[in-house]
Nanobody
Protein backbone atom coordinates (compact mmCIF):
# COMPACT_ATOMS: atom_id res chain seq x y z
CA UNK A 1 0.00 0.00 0.00
CA UNK A 2 1.17 3.51 -0.75
CA UNK A 3 1.31 6.44 1.61
CA UNK A 4 0.43 9.92 0.38
CA UNK A 5 1.32 13.37 1.67
CA UNK A 6 0.01 16.64 0.26
CA UNK A 7 2.03 19.83 0.38
CA UNK A 8 1.62 23.37 -0.85
CA UNK A 9 0.72 26.90 0.21
CA UNK A 10 -2.05 27.30 2.72
CA UNK A 11 -3.03 30.72 1.39
CA UNK A 12 -3.48 31.78 -2.22
CA UNK A 13 -4.65 35.14 -3.53
CA UNK A 14 -7.64 35.41 -5.84
CA UNK A 15 -6.92 34.93 -9.56
CA UNK A 16 -3.57 33.30 -8.82
CA UNK A 17 -2.68 29.66 -9.56
CA UNK A 18 -2.92 27.07 -6.83
CA UNK A 19 -0.18 24.44 -6.98
CA UNK A 20 -0.17 21.35 -4.77
CA UNK A 21 2.12 18.34 -4.66
CA UNK A 22 1.38 14.82 -3.48
CA UNK A 23 4.42 12.79 -2.48
CA UNK A 24 4.09 9.03 -2.75
CA UNK A 25 5.93 6.47 -0.64
CA UNK A 26 5.59 2.79 0.13
CA UNK A 27 4.43 0.28 -2.46
CA UNK A 28 6.64 0.53 -5.53
CA UNK A 29 4.01 -1.00 -7.83
CA UNK A 30 3.64 1.50 -10.66
CA UNK A 31 0.09 0.65 -11.75
CA UNK A 32 -1.88 3.21 -9.79
CA UNK A 33 -4.30 5.96 -10.64
CA UNK A 34 -3.60 9.23 -8.80
CA UNK A 35 -6.51 11.52 -7.97
CA UNK A 36 -7.23 14.90 -6.43
CA UNK A 37 -10.38 15.44 -4.37
CA UNK A 38 -11.40 18.48 -2.36
CA UNK A 39 -13.94 19.44 0.27
CA UNK A 40 -15.07 23.05 0.63
CA UNK A 41 -16.23 24.08 4.10
CA UNK A 42 -19.72 22.78 4.80
CA UNK A 43 -19.94 20.99 1.45
CA UNK A 44 -19.50 17.48 0.08
CA UNK A 45 -16.32 16.04 -1.30
CA UNK A 46 -15.69 17.01 -4.93
CA UNK A 47 -13.67 14.86 -7.33
CA UNK A 48 -11.33 17.07 -9.36
CA UNK A 49 -9.44 14.71 -11.64
CA UNK A 50 -7.09 11.77 -11.99
CA UNK A 51 -3.90 10.82 -13.82
CA UNK A 52 -3.14 7.26 -14.76
CA UNK A 53 0.13 5.38 -14.61
CA UNK A 54 0.37 5.90 -18.37
CA UNK A 55 -0.06 9.66 -18.01
CA UNK A 56 -3.64 9.87 -19.25
CA UNK A 57 -5.71 12.49 -17.46
CA UNK A 58 -9.43 12.80 -16.74
CA UNK A 59 -11.03 15.89 -15.22
CA UNK A 60 -14.27 16.95 -13.60
CA UNK A 61 -16.09 18.76 -16.43
CA UNK A 62 -16.92 21.66 -14.13
CA UNK A 63 -13.22 22.24 -13.45
CA UNK A 64 -11.74 21.02 -16.70
CA UNK A 65 -10.61 24.35 -18.08
CA UNK A 66 -8.87 25.38 -14.85
CA UNK A 67 -7.32 22.09 -13.73
CA UNK A 68 -4.12 20.34 -14.65
CA UNK A 69 -2.74 17.16 -13.10
CA UNK A 70 0.77 15.97 -13.84
CA UNK A 71 3.20 13.41 -12.48
CA UNK A 72 6.93 13.26 -11.88
CA UNK A 73 7.86 9.60 -11.60
CA UNK A 74 11.49 10.42 -10.83
CA UNK A 75 10.38 12.21 -7.66
CA UNK A 76 7.45 9.90 -6.85
CA UNK A 77 5.15 12.90 -6.94
CA UNK A 78 2.06 14.09 -8.73
CA UNK A 79 0.78 17.62 -8.82
CA UNK A 80 -2.36 19.70 -9.11
CA UNK A 81 -2.62 23.13 -10.64
CA UNK A 82 -5.83 25.12 -10.40
CA UNK A 83 -5.92 28.35 -12.36
CA UNK A 84 -7.59 31.65 -11.52
CA UNK A 85 -8.74 30.65 -8.06
CA UNK A 86 -11.56 32.41 -6.23
CA UNK A 87 -12.73 32.16 -2.62
CA UNK A 88 -15.05 29.35 -3.77
CA UNK A 89 -11.92 27.24 -4.24
CA UNK A 90 -11.20 27.38 -0.51
CA UNK A 91 -11.18 23.76 0.62
CA UNK A 92 -9.26 20.90 2.12
CA UNK A 93 -7.47 19.23 -0.78
CA UNK A 94 -6.75 15.50 -0.74
CA UNK A 95 -4.72 13.25 -2.97
CA UNK A 96 -5.73 9.63 -3.33
CA UNK A 97 -4.54 6.45 -5.03
CA UNK A 98 -6.45 3.57 -6.56
CA UNK A 99 -5.63 0.48 -8.61
CA UNK A 100 -8.67 0.97 -10.80
CA UNK A 101 -9.90 4.04 -12.66
CA UNK A 102 -12.49 5.75 -10.46
CA UNK A 103 -14.04 8.58 -12.44
CA UNK A 104 -15.92 10.96 -10.18
CA UNK A 105 -15.57 8.80 -7.07
CA UNK A 106 -15.35 10.44 -3.66
CA UNK A 107 -16.02 7.48 -1.38
CA UNK A 108 -12.92 6.89 0.70
CA UNK A 109 -13.12 3.13 0.88
CA UNK A 110 -13.03 2.84 -2.90
CA UNK A 111 -9.46 4.11 -2.84
CA UNK A 112 -6.38 2.26 -1.70
CA UNK A 113 -4.93 5.31 0.01
CA UNK A 114 -5.78 8.89 0.92
CA UNK A 115 -3.53 11.69 2.06
CA UNK A 116 -4.31 13.51 5.29
CA UNK A 117 -5.41 16.59 3.39
CA UNK A 118 -4.13 20.15 3.23
CA UNK A 119 -6.16 23.29 3.87
CA UNK A 120 -6.05 25.90 1.13
CA UNK A 121 -7.65 29.28 1.66
CA UNK A 122 -8.17 31.74 -1.17
CA UNK A 123 -8.15 35.27 0.16
CA UNK A 124 -6.54 38.60 -0.51
Amino acid sequence: QVQLQESGPGLVKPWETLSLTCTVSGDSTPFYYWAWIRQPPGKDLEWMGVISYTGSTYYNPSLKFRTSIARDTSKNQFTLQLLSVTPEDTAVYYCAASKTLLLGATTRNLYDSWGQGTQVTVSS
